[in-house]
């Protein structure tokens, strides 16, 4: 079992920035995918951006794409998202999650998560 710990959400203006953080307790060989998800308030959860844990390749939402930016630290087994530009519709629980290898920004190709992270956004 990996266990991961988000960190770094806050509330912050309209126009702010924010770096999330997501510790993972172990290395997995079994893990190639490192993702953000989010959920807003009243609505489902949502894919925000994904990265290829080897070959380090990225997919963003569109909502997102030009704002903000997932990376990953493999010696420090952490995982980011640094928000740029941010909209109070970006307010949300930010979740970590990690998984196989896949394609898609699915929560069923994900089998670890972490608890979520608060990020509100006000105009």
């Known amino acids: 079992q990996v266990q991961l710990t988000e960190s770094g959400g806050g509330s912050v203006q309209a126009g702010g920035s924010l770096k999330l953080s997501c510790k993972a307790s172990r290395y997995d060989w079994n893990i190639q995918r490192m993702a953000w998800f989010r959920q807003p308030p009243g609505k489902e959860r949502e894919g925000v951006a994904q990265i290829y844990t080897v070959i380090g390749m990225t997919n963003y939402a569109d909502s997102v794409k030009g704002r903000f930016t997932i990376s990953r630290d493999n010696a420090k087994n952490t995982l980011y998202l640094q928000m740029n530009s941010l909209k109070p519709e970006d307010t949300a629980l930010y979740y970590c999650?990690?998984?196989?290898?896949?394609?898609?920004?699915?929560?069923?190709?994900?089998?670890?998560w972490g608890q979520g992270t608060q990020v509100t956004v006000s105009s």
């Open positions: 999650a990690a998984g196989p290898y896949g394609h898609s920004l699915r929560e069923r190709d994900f089998n670890f």
